[in-house]
């Protein structure tokens, strides 16, 4: 057992995994038969021109061509053909070299692709427009047979190492996404456990902390709340009651109605929130003690789910008219997501069985809330959940306690 939970351990802190090495120096030498199965494109005005360039890079074992004598061509052909290296004529009626090599590196899908200038044009002035251009290499016309394949080699062997650069970066990528999305799962599921964990004692399937994180959403969707955001305040709604770990057994579970002693003692399930909702910095008694009753009081490197989570743990049992606890805030004074926790707990307060009381029917919970606006509720949180009472009663029915 000792192996196996030492195997597990030393798994879950490895890096992501790639298909293959990155590429290494002693890798850069592509292999020579490969090189020569690559595929070459020729465009050049004069048929002779054409000719002669591919019977000299037959001789050296090129064997896949695509040639053509109008430039008007050569980006159709290009785009259909996807060749590894062109040999582009500079000078060509209609479309030169040049508006060739614009359009080429102009396009995501060819931009990679190495072109070699076949030209006889000595002007350096149009030497350094090509290279502005994105030109790979130069060759003189006539062309040299002794430094046409070498060249046309060089350039394909960078390529295949380039290639080679991209494949592996695409490989890791994709490996760190599988990791992010793993961590990410984690994240949430441990996020739930000890939002679950928190409601256990007193209810015992675990899903109140479901249904209250999902009638969150609904009502910041409604006030515009949404994607990643209506995300995080879901998870976050669901560790509004995380303190009750500290709360008594002989208060969490009476059946009865608590004494104002007892009730004192369930209003420090916020305080305990507060300070378990704290990052962990290394130092816990500062950590513990130093935010303890201060809303707002997680900062640093703490993630966005725990300062949210700690903001709605400390302030959804505030009310809009001042009376609630633990610091009496009003209004806006409340933080939204605190205020829109309130609405969500509240119903599914009323909605659910708990040890003290049966569930209410359904249009009374939702009559009940609207009593309470204004008072209890920010009047504008409560209409957005009233408008989406439907989606809120399938919550309710799809996460019924026992379903």
Request: proline share 5%; net charge negative.
């Amino acid at each position: 057992m000792l192996m196996t939970i030492s195997t597990a351990i030393a798994e879950s802190k490895s890096p992501p995994t790639v298909a293959a090495d990155p590429p290494r120096a002693s890798q850069q030498s592509a292999d020579s038969a490969s090189i020569k199965q690559c595929k070459l494109m020729v465009v050049d005005d004069e048929p002779t021109n054409v000719k002669i360039v591919r019977r000299l890079l037959e001789l050296e074992g090129f064997s896949q061509f695509v040639t053509t004598t109008d430039g008007r061509k050569a980006m159709a052909l290009i785009r259909d053909e996807r060749p590894d290296c062109v040999l582009l004529d500079l000078m060509m009626p209609f479309v030169t070299g040049l508006d060739v090599l614009d359009e080429l590196r102009h396009d995501p899908k060819t931009a990679h692709i190495p072109a070699i200038i076949l030209t006889a044009v000595t002007d350096h002035k149009v030497r350094c427009e090509a290279l502005k251009r994105g030109a790979t290499d130069f060759l003189n016309k006539p062309v040299d047979p002794a430094e046409l394949a070498p060249r046309v080699v060089n350039v394909l062997t960078a390529k295949a190492y380039q290639d080679q650069l991209l494949r592996y970066n695409h490989d890791l990528e994709a490996a760190v996404r599988e990791r992010t999305r793993q961590l990410e799962q984690a994240y949430r599921e441990i996020g739930l456990v000890l939002a679950r964990a928190a409601e256990y004692r007193d209810n015992d399937t675990g899903l109140h902390v479901v249904r209250v994180g999902r009638y969150a959403r609904l009502i910041g969707e409604e006030l515009g709340i949404v994607d990643d955001e209506a995300d995080l305040l879901e998870r976050a709604a669901q560790l509004h009651d995380v303190g009750k770990i500290g709360i008594p057994d002989a208060i969490l579970l009476k059946p009865g109605r608590l004494t104002d002693e007892e009730f004192e003692l369930m209003k420090h399930h916020c305080t305990f929130g507060d300070r378990i909702l704290q990052p962990y910095t290394g130092d816990e008694q500062p950590a513990a003690a130093g935010g303890a009753g201060r809303l707002g009081g997680v900062t640093g490197g703490a993630t966005p789910l725990l300062v949210l989570a700690h903001r709605i743990a400390m302030s959804h049992h505030e009310h809009w008219d001042g009376t609630g606890y633990p610091t009496g805030l009003q209004g806006e004074e409340i933080p939204l997501e605190g205020r829109i926790t309130a609405v969500a707990d509240v119903f599914d307060a009323l909605s659910s069985k708990r040890c003290y009381k049966e569930s209410f029917p359904i249009d009374e919970c939702f009559d009940t809330m609207a009593e309470k606006r204004g008072n209890h509720f920010d009047p504008q949180v409560l209409d957005a959940f009233l408008r989406r009472r439907e989606d809120v009663v399938d919550v309710l029915m799809r996460y019924a306690d026992g379903a």
